[in-house]
């Protein structure tokens, strides 16, 4: 450990030994990370010759507005328990706004003499630097939490059943999260409640976790009530596995608590808005780099070998379950059953030219167009044709979810081993939670994520890509 980590650590126990608290030492390091941020975009701004004609207008500007969008963006939540992931994609999320916003300030201040030039340079060097901070930072604090085993949260858990094993299992391997797991609690008799309420006190327990299953309504509400009473945390494991959606969202009308089921992050306008630019962007630099010249190539190849249009269009169900026209080189040769029967292994309607489009996945670029057109995304869940589609709604469960976003080229259940022929329930079951996850957990991060793995297993090829 360098004399620099230990410098840190050192800063951190001082903040931890004002108060012993989570909450507290949470809210610390978020006004510190607000601070060296609002100090970073200051200070490169006061360093670089901007010129600007009011330089104290344009450093209010850029604290508030920063301010504003971290806020909206919920930039500073970063807990013991998330992922880098998510930090990452908080890091561009936070950037692709404020950069906006930026050069905005030309325009509307009306500050001809500024240099674009100067103004990217600041902008990189922001971006470099507040995103090298905050990776630092939440490492540090990992490191932190893995040394010096302080600042852990004590809980115990209720219930017995395999989700709660794995949960126990998850506080003792992953020390950097903070938990220090006390006692497992299997409550029946109301003498046992009484024993763990009496223990929570004992040992000053932080948090506690309880198994639905394992729980009445009554004895949910006695805990709950007990919680409220002694400024303990309690939160709940939902571990029925015909559950496939955990994203429950709470809300007020008026004084009215409200829970809805899912929280779906593309209903907001803001996250709606990136993808549709991430999405008109990517779905043009395909068609002017890839399908401006591949599509007369392959469209001589098809015409040779069979009879037929090059491309093949088919009725599908997209956003809101509306249906649309999807586009495809065609890889068949004609046939009446095209909208009835999925390709299967050794499909004789297939084409030699078909063949190797489908296993590539190439006959699949003319829906950027469907992309561009705004009927398809270039990630979300595949459509299914039409009478694929009544079918399953009536079979599985859930599946309906799927139509709260655009249909996409390519999804996370594609890349993660269930494309193409559905031999049995279990594919299309394990489809529909994949696709439901992406629903409920969309960011540019996953997108682009799942967009690299599409390509590199078009590229080393697929088992069910026939």
């Not at 009215?256 to 779905?283: Q, Y």
Request: charged fraction near 25%; aromatic fraction near 16%; include cysteine.
């Amino acid at each position: 450990m360098n004399v620099y980590t230990k410098a840190i650590i050192v800063i951190f126990m001082q903040i931890n030994r004002m108060n012993s608290k989570g909450g507290m030492y949470t809210r610390y390091i978020t006004t510190i990370s607000y601070l060296i941020d609002l100090l970073i975009i200051n200070f490169i701004a006061f360093l670089l010759p901007l010129k600007f004609e009011k330089p104290w207008v344009f450093y209010m500007y850029i604290t508030i507005l920063w301010i504003i969008i971290a806020f909206k963006n919920r930039f500073y939540e970063v807990y013991r328990y998330t992922k880098i992931i998510r930090v990452v994609n908080l890091i561009f999320t936070q950037f692709i706004f404020y950069f906006l916003v930026l050069y905005a300030f030309i325009g509307f201040f009306k500050e001809p003499g500024v240099s674009r030039l100067k103004l990217g340079e600041y902008s990189l060097l922001v971006f470099f630097w507040v995103t090298l901070i905050k990776i630092i930072i939440y490492y540090l604090v990992i490191r932190y939490r893995h040394i010096t085993k302080i600042n852990k949260r004590k809980v115990i858990l209720i219930g017995k059943n395999k989700k709660v094993d794995q949960l126990i299992k998850i506080f003792k391997i992953r020390e950097d999260f903070g938990y220090e797991f006390k006692k497992q609690f299997c409550l029946e008799r109301d003498t046992e409640f009484q024993d763990c309420f009496d223990y929570v006190i004992n040992e000053d327990i932080d948090e506690i976790y309880c198994s639905i299953s394992s729980l009445t309504n009554s004895q949910v509400i006695k805990i709950i009530d007990f919680a409220d009473n002694n400024l303990k945390i309690v939160k709940f494991l939902p571990d029925n596995k015909y559950i496939f959606t955990k994203k429950l969202k709470f809300e007020y009308y008026d004084y009215l608590p409200i829970l809805s089921l899912r929280e779906i992050p593309l209903e907001d306008n803001i996250n709606a808005f990136l993808k549709r630019i991430f999405d008109i962007i990517f779905s043009l630099l395909v068609i002017i780099t890839i399908l401006s010249w591949l599509t007369p190539i392959l469209a001589l190849i098809i015409k040779l070998e069979s009879k037929g249009p090059v491309f093949f269009k088919q009725k599908r169900n997209g956003i809101n379950y509306k249906k649309f026209s999807c586009y495809k080189f065609r890889s068949m040769a004609k046939n009446e059953e095209s909208d009835k029967l999925q390709a299967t292994k050794n499909d004789a309607r297939v084409t030699k030219v078909g063949k190797f489009i489908r296993k590539t996945s190439i006959d699949e670029l003319p829906q950027f167009f469907n992309v561009l057109f705004g009927d398809m995304s270039v990630v979300g869940p595949r459509p299914h044709m039409l009478k694929h589609t009544e079918i399953f709604a009536e079979k599985v469960n859930k599946f309906m979810v799927r139509h709260f976003v655009k249909p996409g080229i390519t999804g996370l259940a594609q890349v993660s081993g269930f494309r193409g022929e559905i031999e049995t329930d279990k594919d299309i079951v394990n489809r529909v939670k994949y696709d439901i996850f992406y629903v409920e957990n969309w960011s540019l991060l996953l997108d682009l994520k799942i967009i690299v793995q599409t390509v590199l297993n078009a590229v080393k090829g697929e088992d069910k890509a026939y």
